[in-house]
């Protein structure tokens, strides 16, 4: 008891407190020195998942494994506090290839990893001497990079890496299997287990279903194209600058090339973009397109997009980083189903697919000259066998067309040389005042009262240059992305789509330019412009040379000049240029 008038330290709120606190240790203490131990079943319940092989040494036999995946404690799902739902392990013994063919493809499909280690196109060759069948799968980039083509893209890098380097179980005992044919290809860990299932059949699209569970639950996964894309050994263009990433998103594609992919850092290559038609990556005539089932709505695919780098060797000879872009698809719906074409640009067929891929097709902007030509083209060719003569064809066509515009600019051009020394006298007259000059006006006005009384127009003689080039660059445009002219060959030439390497194009172009500007009257007695009007078949010829103009539009410039020559002769003698009209003023004084 406290003395008499002492205040008492021990609050009831202490009194609780003091024999709460001393309650919790007489229990802990007890708990850990008299009371029962728990059985030997609780404490495997709470311990962390640990996947264990289905038969013993099957996981750590070196040649069942040589790259062995992570292991399974070390993903996040390897660690979770709930009870993991374990699958049966499902792995092959040792690793083997498979082949699958028809009339248009070679596709080597590895059991490690379930990837595409090479797809040939074999109506089509490279650019390597000798010309080998085109493969758009690049091993060395794929070796360094990490990635194939059909690899799954998951989110956990862990899970990713291990799904893509499992040996996985065939359904078919058989090595090489002809289309149609049905592959299937299994594997599992005991947690993560994979499966694919490829459908082949006479055209160049592949059907590839695959489900990705992790414990028994399903998990996004995409289906990826990786390791680069295309003939790496085409030298002119760069490939790198042609290979590109590309979706369609409200029947609209965007294209990324490498170095647009930069930007994409602050997305990041681990995030699903949805809402898209279709995806792919491409290079100039051939792609690989991620398409969804057939009938499904437009817009249910996810995208991701993004580079890795390898190294290759710089014409100095140092090790350089070269960009490898990538992509993968993927659907919220699951399992994963997707159509994948892989071949050609070729624009009929791409048309005829669901949803049509022939935008994919670059004819730049002015499609509206380059469409029309291109399938000009192609049905003259139905009927002239060779590219480069069919070319020649449609020349003549266009300049058939074009004549009555020569005719008209050959008679614009025979007035304005007429009225010439007139028209020289009145810019005499005005030269001493500058442009800013009011009465620079007045010279304008004289000159076009010329025009006028003549029947003149100013740019009529030009019309007929200025039409052709629109011509020129929309064939072009058409000629180097059309997949029809890649290797087609006319006389010397060996590839229509790009340039001559013996240079006797351009300069067979450029005499023939230079002899229809001879024959052509002169619309102006200015020296200069008269010296610019003979360089300009050399300057052609040049930039001929040293760009990558494709030779089928030598080929239209060299005809149509040929064609010029006799059309301007024509013209000269039915209407021969008369003497130029006299100044009917006196002398100055």
Not at 76 to 87: E, F, R, W
Not at 202 to 225: C, D, F, M, Q
Not at 414 to 432: H, N, T
Not at 450 to 464: A, L, M, W
Request: proline share 8%; with cysteine.
């Amino acid at each position: 008891m406290s003395a008499p008038g002492q205040k008492d330290k021990f609050t009831p709120e202490l009194r609780i407190l003091a024999a709460s606190l001393l309650s919790f240790g007489v229990i802990i203490l007890w708990a850990k020195y008299f009371g029962p131990k728990p059985p030997l079943q609780s404490l495997q319940t709470n311990r962390p998942a640990v996947s264990a092989p289905a038969t013993p040494g099957a996981a750590t036999s070196p040649a069942a494994n040589p790259s062995p995946a992570p292991a399974a404690t070390s993903s996040p799902a390897a660690i979770s506090p709930t009870p993991a739902v374990n699958s049966a392990v499902k792995s092959d013994s040792q690793e083997r290839t498979i082949i699958v063919e028809n009339s248009l493809y070679r596709v080597e499909i590895s059991n490690r990893g379930g990837v595409v280690k090479s797809w040939q196109l074999k109506h089509y060759k490279d650019d390597a001497k000798p010309q080998r069948v085109l493969d758009v799968v690049h091993p060395d980039a794929s070796q360094q990079t990490g990635g194939w083509p059909f690899s799954v893209v998951l989110d956990d890098e862990q899970l990713q890496n291990a799904a893509n380097s499992g040996l996985y179980q065939v359904s078919s005992p058989a090595a090489e299997l002809q289309a149609p044919a049905d592959l299937e290809l299994t594997w599992s860990d005991g947690h993560l287990e994979v499966t694919k299932h490829f459908k082949f059949d006479h055209t160049y699209v592949v059907r590839v279903e695959t489900s990705v569970k992790l414990n028994g639950k399903p998990i996004t996964a995409g289906l990826g194209w990786l390791g680069g894309f295309g003939d790496l050994t085409v030298t002119n263009p760069a490939p790198v600058e042609t290979v590109q990433t590309y979706y369609s998103e409200g029947g609209k594609v965007a294209t990324f090339l490498h170095k647009k992919l930069d930007g994409l850092d602050k997305w990041g290559p681990g995030l699903w973009q949805g809402g898209k038609d279709f995806v792919g990556i491409e290079d100039r005539y051939f792609t690989a397109a991620f398409l969804p089932p057939n009938g499904a709505a437009p817009g249910t695919l996810e995208t991701r997009y993004w580079k890795a780098s390898r190294t290759v060797k710089a014409p100095d000879g140092q090790d350089a980083l070269e960009p490898v872009p990538q992509v993968a698809a993927a659907t919220s719906a699951q399992p994963l189903a997707l159509r994948v074409f892989v071949g050609p640009k070729d624009y009929d067929d791409l048309k005829k697919m669901n949803p049509p891929l022939h935008a994919l097709i670059n004819f730049g902007w002015l499609e509206f000259i380059a469409e029309p030509l291109f399938h000009g083209l192609k049905w003259l060719h139905s009927y002239v066998p060779n590219w480069g003569w069919a070319i020649v064809v449609l020349t003549l066509v266009i300049n058939m067309l074009l004549f009555p515009l020569r005719i008209s600019s050959y008679k614009t051009t025979l007035k304005m040389q007429r009225v010439g020394p007139e028209i020289k006298a009145i810019q005499e007259k005005y030269k001493k005042y500058s442009m800013r000059d009011p009465r620079k006006a007045e010279m304008n006005k004289e000159v076009m009262a010329i025009y006028s009384r003549e029947g003149i127009n100013p740019v009529g003689g030009c019309f007929q240059m200025f039409l052709q080039m629109p011509v020129w660059f929309g064939l072009n445009t058409a000629l180097r992305y059309a997949i029809e002219m890649r290797h087609a060959t006319w006389l010397w030439v060996v590839d229509l789509s790009a340039k001559d390497p013996f240079y006797i194009l351009p300069v067979l172009m450029g005499l023939s330019m230079y002899l229809v500007s001879k024959m052509t009257p002169m619309t102006s007695t200015d020296p200069q412009q008269q010296m610019m009007m003979k360089i300009m078949p050399i300057t052609m010829a040049g930039i001929f040379m040293i760009s990558p103009i494709s030779s089928g539009l030598a080929v239209y410039i060299l005809t149509s000049s040929v064609v010029g020559i006799g059309q301007q002769w024509y013209l000269n003698h039915k209407h021969p240029a008369q003497a130029p009209a006299k100044l009917t003023r006196g002398k100055k004084s």
